[in-house]
């Protein structure tokens, strides 16, 4: 099922933004680290990358995170059912893309580790192999950024609740590309106010 890398089109940046941070109790979108909310540092992170665009997918908190993120050069698509789970930030994505586009690169919006070399050698990927998934490698693991190729876009938009895109990875398991994450553990999120504070002291030193 893999795309044809001779029929490039562009690659949408996706960052799920919507959620409402249940286990943090607050909108972990918002916290602070560098002085910048961490969804602008995954933006910026997405923007210096070869994506031809950046959508940023908000729900919970929607005005707060177009705020944080000030003039920057994305697009942002609302999901009105975000409480329903994150495969409708999915869908919503996808539905706010063009009927041109190539793939989406999926990233997550408490990774502000994130860096653009690791979003371009996915991008990179998908343009020479044609990969219908191409995920991040680190370690023995592999994890965001996820990329997605257009042939998959209707099966995704088939999955419903919180599950994500994790089924529609197994089931392609065999066709997944991976490349290299530049560490031997994927970039830390933050669901716990622990984990901010492990984040603000890595950063610190």
Known sequence: MAGDPNQAGPIAGVIL???????????????????????????????ESDLDEVIVVTGYRAGAIQAALGNRQV???LNRRFEEGQSTSLIAALNATTALTDAVVVLLSDQPTIEAKIIDRIVAKRRTSGAPIVMASYGDTTSHPIL??????????AIRGDHGARDVIRRHGHEVATVNGGAVEP?????TEEAYRSLLASWRS
């Open 17 to 47: 933004s919507a959620g409402m941070s249940t286990r943090l109790g607050r909108p972990k979108q918002l916290l602070e680290v560098g002085g910048k909310a961490l969804v602008a540092h995954v933006a910026d992170a997405a923007l």
């Open 75 to 77: 697009r942002h698509c």
């Open 148 to 157: 997605f190729g257009s042939e998959l876009f209707d099966e995704i938009r």
């Open 187 to 191: 970039p830390p999120d933050v669901d």
